[in-house]
């Protein structure tokens, strides 16, 4: 049976009527949606849609100025993004966002324990419980870029990466911090095709890990292989949602992006 057609449970994530201005343009004109449990969710919308906008306000960077978001059934709209990543959302940058002169592994440590990090390394005492400590989010970082594949590059600085190398190890990071709802933005840009064809079967991997994965993407191949539902965005508004089939015949979505309209 085709892996898309598994039935989603309960919505995860809602959104009700999100809006987002910043002066004078709305970026987000009240997007209702909800987002079931256990699947692949795209969002798709062509540029300055209000993509990132959106995942801006689920992670918390920004406060929707009317609207609700509920995680969870738990209203999060305006919390801290740390007390958001705390809840279970974890999320990666459209553009590259890592400590580049930080190894690989300490690049993912990071994810796993963001506040204390720096405070298990400047410790000039380490008494027995934090070296264990220590040593167990060590392990789960190695574990978290075996999943990934970056398991042969764990010592190299995190700027030696490639491009597609350094968006997969933002992933292995967001991963991390052991999120129930991953967002991804535009995790295919600045990919070849072979390193998008990886980059789909890793997602795929981590939604059956059970994590609902969220991503905002442009490669339209990437997008109608791996996702179990799409989301369309048009000049902030909701456009369209469907499953890959329903969305590539829609009128409006055509529309949108052919049409100029
Ligand atoms: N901080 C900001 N201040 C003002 N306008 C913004 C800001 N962030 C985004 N915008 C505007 O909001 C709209 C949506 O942007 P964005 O969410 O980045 O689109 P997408 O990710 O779909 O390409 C665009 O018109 C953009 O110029
Ligand atoms: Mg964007």
Known sequence: MDERSKRPHAALLQLRNVQMQFGGVTALKGISYDVPSGIVQAVIGPNGAGKTTLFHCISGLLTPTAGEILFRGLPIGGLPPHRIAGLGISRTFQHVALFKSMTVLENVMIGRHPRTFS???????????????????????????????????????????????????????????????????????????????????????????????????????????????????????????????????????????????
């Open 119 to 261: 405070g298990f390394w400047s410790a000039g005492l380490r008494f027995p419980r934090m070296r264990r400590e220590e040593r167990r989010i060590l392990e789960e970082a190695g574990h978290y870029l075996e999943f990934v594949g970056l398991s042969g590059e764990r010592d190299l600085p995190a700027g030696a990466l490639p491009l597609g190398k350094q968006k997969i190890l933002e992933i292995a990071r967001a991963l991390a911090t052991q999120p129930t709802l991953l967002l991804l933005d535009e995790p295919a840009g600045g990919l070849n095709m072979r390193e998008t064809e990886e980059l789909g079967e890793l997602i795929l991997r981590i939604c059956e890990t059970g994590i609902t994965v969220t991503l905002v993407e442009h490669d339209m191949n990437l997008v109608m292989e791996i996702s179990h539902r799409i989301l369309v965005i048009h000049y902030g508004e909701h456009l369209a949602t469907g499953t890959p089939e329903e969305i590539k015949d829609h009128p409006a979505v055509i529309e949108a992006y052919l049409g100029g309209g």
